[in-house]
């Protein structure tokens, strides 16, 4: 099932590298890798760039120090990632995993290009074909890992490596928080942008149950950040005014649509609304973007600014302003509806 080729282990493979199927090898990691530069941190622990020093291979090393990690939290993410990453759009995971005296460390493939996070321009976005060319091979992923009953919980820009500037090649990566569907689990860290909100509205050390919807949710919220460059809320909870505002939008509170979600054609709100449900069991399955692959998702001018659900509000606005302006000119509206229309327009042709 798996297609690494063994030219490709062995290239990027120390002395005593091991199966992941055995125990873990100590090694010395300088004797076998020189680290060249660091290439992110977290509180996992850090990736870098590092080169064999016996086939000169460059690759990348995840680290993470045993004082933070248990060993059979280290083997889950080197076997979901080993396990995962035949697919195309899932970073390559090579079967070299061994420990040092204060880390585990696997390998993967190395991206000179970054992640997207940086690829996005902030408060623009990306273009149109650019969100659609991303968003359909990070759908394909997930699409792959919902297959095998694995769900991600962590997607965001951060987390999806960049392999050419016009981003016709990207690829998913970081297991660490992937689990099985339907494990409980205790909420242990916070909540950011992309968290959905039955899981904001857990306290810490709540029972969760892990669900595919979460990382529905969290992929309808990367699609908003692609097209905008902007988050639409900090947190998917009550308290956060402007996805209260969405919420209330997505409800059928309100026909107004939020004033940062405006760019968007009316196709592809419906698709924000299927998939930025409030209930978890009502949000569409990640395939279902393909629907509205084809569909333009960004107003394109000044007139089609306006969706077709906020024009009723944006019309009596601009009929409340009007009034104002001809009542400062001494014409009453208080009238015939089609006598007021009249002395509009002999008003409007007097200048």
């Not at 280290?74 to 390559?92: G, M, T, W």
């Not at 079967?95 to 040092?100: L, Q």
């Not at 321009?121 to 991303?134: I, S």
Request: glycine share 6%; aromatic share 10%.
């Amino acid at each position: 099932m798996l297609n690494h080729s063994p030219e490709t282990m062995t290239s990027v493979a120390p002395a005593g590298s091991i199966n992941r199927d055995e125990s873990l090898q100590l090694l010395n990691l300088k004797e076998h890798y020189e680290i060249i530069k660091e290439l992110g941190r977290g509180t996992y622990g850090k990736v870098v760039q590092a080169k064999c020093r016996h086939t000169g291979a460059k690759i990348a090393l995840k680290i993470l120090p045993k004082s933070n990690t248990k060993i059979k939290e280290f083997q889950r993410e080197f076997n979901y990632s080993y396990f995962l990453s035949p697919h195309a759009n899932i970073v390559d995971t090579y079967n070299v995993a061994f420990e040092t005296r204060s880390s585990y460390v696997f390998a993967q493939e190395f991206v000179p290009l970054g992640d997207l996070f940086e690829a996005i321009p902030p408060q623009v976005g990306l273009t149109e074909n650019q969100a659609k060319n991303c968003i359909k091979q990070v759908a394909s992923a997930l699409e792959f890992m919902h297959s095998k009953y694995l769900v991600h919980r962590d997607i965001k820009p951060e987390n999806i490596l960049v392999f050419d500037n016009d981003l016709t090649k990207i690829k998913l990566m970081d297991f660490g928080m992937t689990r099985k569907e339907g494990t409980v689990i205790r909420k242990m860290s916070g909540s950011i942008p992309y968290t959905p909100p039955e899981i904001c509205e857990a306290v810490r050390n709540e029972s969760i149950t892990v669900s595919m919807s979460g990382d529905v949710w969290a992929f309808g919220v990367l699609l908003f950040c692609m097209l905008t460059g902007n988050f639409p809320w900090e947190h998917a909870d009550i308290r956060d005014v402007y996805f209260n505002e969405f919420s209330g939008w997505q409800r059928r509170k309100t026909t107004k649509i939020p004033s940062q979600w405006r760019k968007f054609t009316p196709r592809l709100m419906r698709y924000f609304r299927k998939v930025l449900d409030g209930k978890a069991d009502r949000r569409c399955a990640v395939k279902e973007i393909q629907k509205y692959i084809n569909d333009c998702w960004v107003v394109q001018s000044k007139d089609n600014h306006q969706s077709e659900e906020e024009g009723s509000d944006s019309g009596s606005d601009h009929m409340e302003q009007l009034t104002t302006i001809l009542a400062e000119h001494g014409i009453s509206t208080q009238v015939d509806k089609r006598l007021r229309e009249r002395r509009i327009s002999e008003w409007l042709l007097s200048f």
